[in-house]
Structure formats: structure tokens, C-alpha cells
């Protein structure tokens, strides 16, 4: 399997916004939860935002407010609007499938800080 393709991460300060990309290795359309999760150092992942093909969305209490999930079945790419960020948010972020039976191997991720 091909992995995802996350990009868009960086360092960025407190208060400060960011925009992931996720360029899925497959067509996406017919894959109706798709998630970005995270991982922190020392910590599990956890998935902290869901988006459905008919565009209803789902976040973490963590992100909620903050974060913005929408995806391009045409382009097979999901993004995360994310704002006000916290340096808790600090983390590197993935893309992939919802249910584990339609999930591919992880991507490399892409690295978020924020830190003043």
C-alpha cells in the first residue's frame, strides 16, 4: 500500500494558524470517514477531527471551535484549518481512513509546534 502525504506543518507561535494537506495514495470518494489524528511525544494518537462524504464533521473537545476539517474528493486530498493554536497542539499530525479495515499504512506525518 502507499501511504498518505501529509504536508503543511511548522512552527508556528501561539495564536497563530496553519493548514494541513493530506494527499490520499487512493481515491477517497468512496471512503465515507476520513480523520486526522495526532501524536505527541510520549503519547498514543488520537484522532481529533472526522469528516463524512456527506460533509458532516466531528472533533475532539480538544480542537473543537478551533479546527476545521474539509476534504476534495476530486483532488483525493483532506485538509485541517487549524487556529488559535496552543503549544498542547504541538504533535505530529496524520491522515487516514476512520475504520481500520479501510485504513492504509501510515504516512510520515507532519510535524506541528508551537512554542513562543
Known amino acids: 500500500q502507499v501511504q498518505p502525504v501529509e504536508s503543511g506543518g511548522g512552527l508556528v507561535q501561539p495564536g497563530g494558524s496553519l493548514r494541513l494537506s493530506c494527499a490520499a495514495s487512493r481515491s477517497i470518494f468512496s471512503i465515507d470517514a476520513m480523520g486526522w489524528y495526532r501524536q505527541a511525544p510520549g503519547k498514543q494518537r488520537e484522532l481529533v477531527a472526522i469528516?463524512?462524504?456527506?460533509?458532516?464533521?466531528n472533533y475532539a473537545d480538544s480542537v473543537k471551535g478551533r479546527f476545521t476539517i474539509s476534504r476534495d474528493n476530486a483532488k483525493n486530498t483532506v485538509y485541517l484549518q487549524m487556529d488559535s493554536l496552543k503549544p498542547e497542539d504541538t504533535a505530529v499530525y496524520y491522515c487516514?481512513?476512520?475504520?481500520?479495515?479501510?485504513?492504509?499504512?501510515w504516512g510520515q506525518g507532519t510535524q506541528v509546534t508551537v512554542s513562543s
Open positions: 487516514n481512513a476512520v475504520l481500520p479495515l479501510l485504513r492504509t499504512d
Open positions: 469528516i463524512n462524504n456527506g460533509g458532516s464533521t
